[in-house]
């Protein structure tokens, strides 16, 4: 007999929008990777951080060193995109926006441009299946590569965005928070935001990053990952609290890889409850499902039990993330009509 909030929380549609695809890599589908490159002698223990470890965050970005050594050829690329959409189907999630970063890899002729190329056929593949959700791409920008190399990213995004039959719908800013600034990323993004791409950027994910968040809001973003040092309260400011609450930018919340990645140091601290409470828009998000061993499910579940929320509230969170989309109109609606035929059979 399965636990009926297991079932209540898996049943639940939801809209999973920050989602790293290399960092999204299942257990099962990392032993297939590990059989193919055994000469690696890499272990399922060294991409994952299992129940109640935490690391900080340098240490999960070591981990994502491992598995790119894993993740290496158009094959693996495939493979794994595949089997990331069909698990976020399989927990419910009916809309999903993925991003990565387009690596190059000399020794086996992958390129930025065969890698996006890759990942949009993995998401035409499964459609083609008939998986039930629908799938859009960020292409992500590593913000330890600099300016070049964000602008080479973002001229990719523009060339995608035009030739994927809208699958390609904005761009991320995300890697190593420690490294790099904003500053050098700005022009970038200016150019992405005006050729119509979306926004999505990683802000304010580790404290004393003021100047530079004052700075990309300007921007502004269309949605902001994490922003966990944004709030007066630990060591933010009202002034930037003010900016995301007037532009009313939705902010995408993950909370077990804030608690493992130690920038957050409990479930019940974490800042979901700041922003829900004041009512802003807040999307509930799993970063790397892979890595912190965890799915969109379960997030509902610890925020539910964590803040309280009763089933009409998660129902609605859930129902609220569909304004935050980069897709467009037209697929908002067939959401929420989705959702409305869902709520019987969730709440029987
Ligand atoms: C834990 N918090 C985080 N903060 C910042 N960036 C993160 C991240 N988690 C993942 N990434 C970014 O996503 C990449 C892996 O997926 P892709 O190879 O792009 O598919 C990482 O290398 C990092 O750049
Ligand atoms: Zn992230």
Redesign the pocket.
Known sequence: VMDSDVVFYRELPKVELHA?????VSAQTIEKLISRKPQLNIERSMTAIGKGQRRT?DE??EV??V??KL?DTEEDILMVATDVIREFAADGVKYLEL???P?EEKDTGLTKKSYIETVIKAIQQCKDEGVDIDVRFLV?I?R?NGTEVALETVNLAEEFMLSSDGLVVGVDL????TVGHGRYLLPALQKAKNSGLKLSL?LS?IPSQLDETDLLLSLPPDRI??GTFLHPDVGGSQSLVDKVVQKNIPIEL?LT?NVK?KTVPCYSKHHFKYWYELGHPTVLCT??KG?FCTDLSQEYQLAASTFGLSREAVWKLSQQAIDCIFGPESVKQQLRQKWNDLHPQVFK
């Open positions: 790293h695809l290399n960092g999204s965050l999960c970005f994502f060193k598995i790119h993740v991003r990565s970063t690596r992500a590593d330890r995300s890697g190593d928070p990683h994910e990952g994490h993950c890889s990645g970063d790397d890595v």
